[in-house]
């Protein structure tokens, strides 16, 4: 059944079946960690924000080198980063990631992963997740030894950045990007490095916001594709009948 709901006015449920840089100002603290302005340009990096623009960058992917935005072209993408080449955990997901191709691309997806390691370890490294996991990886795996990419997108461990001395250069999270045919970052996601991400739920929010784009549309807590939908306070009871059919309402 479809629903209303009330909060500063009425909102309605629809089904869902029926609608299918920030500038780099040197810091004043002196606690900053030094690595910091070593390991990004004197270029700005930019404040990463939902609705803001992905920064545009060039790298040495498996697949060759890359314009960053080339690459995106008119199709929704996702950027998911990874500490190491071999780790257990990531090996399980870009395993994970390459059995959904098909998903992916029913919903205009491209898929780019990136790690800590260079080419020749990614290649060593493709051919044991696809053995490992029995998938087959057809989308590129950046090479970010130098952690470029990773620091344009923050996509380092707080705590890794107080223990340089021991490590060199700070340890890679697992982040999700999820950006739009317009390069703008809609959803982003941030995993420590010892837990795994959930493909499902990658999938979901990709369902979510092309549903909310193409529908005008919001959705509740744990939607998946086929549930009912909110219609937002803005559209009255009577006009979303007439745009969706099938609505109920909730407290009118």
Same mark, same amino acid.
């Given at each position: ?73 008119? $199709? ?24 959904? $191709? ?80 317009? $390069? ?66 909730? $407290?009118?």
């Amino acid at each position: 059944m479809a629903s209303l709901l009330y909060r500063a006015a009425p909102r309605a449920l629809a089904r869902s079946s029926a609608l299918m840089g920030r500038s780099q100002i040197p810091s004043k603290r002196s606690t900053l960690p030094l690595q910091r302005y070593l390991a990004t340009a004197a270029t700005e990096q930019p404040r990463l924000r939902l609705g803001s623009e992905a920064p545009n960058f060039t790298a040495q992917t498996t697949q060759g080198e890359i314009d960053f935005h080339q690459f995106i072209a008119n $199709k929704w993408t996702i950027l998911f980063s990874h500490p190491a080449d071999f780790t257990p955990v990531c090996t399980t997901e870009l395993g994970a990631f390459a059995k959904l $191709k098909g998903e992916f691309e029913k919903r205009n997806v491209k898929m780019i992963g990136l790690s800590a390691n260079d080419l020749g370890s990614h290649d060593r490294w493709i051919k044991d997740i696809d053995e490992i996991s029995g998938s087959n990886i057809q989308f590129p795996i950046i090479a970010d030894s130098d952690r470029k990419v990773a620091w344009l997108y923050d996509m380092v461990d707080q705590q890794d950045l107080t223990n340089i001395d021991q490590k060199g250069i700070a340890f890679t999270i697992r982040s999700v990007f999820v950006i739009d045919p317009n $390069k703008k970052i809609r959803l982003t996601m941030m995993y420590p490095a010892s837990t795994g991400r959930n493909t499902a739920e990658v999938l979901r929010v990709i369902d979510s916001l092309q549903t909310g784009d193409k529908k005008g549309v919001t959705t509740p807590i744990d939607w998946t594709a086929g549930e009912d939908v909110i219609v937002p306070p803005t559209v009255s009871t009577a006009d979303a009948k007439k745009k969706f059919g099938q609505v109920r309402e909730l $407290k009118p």
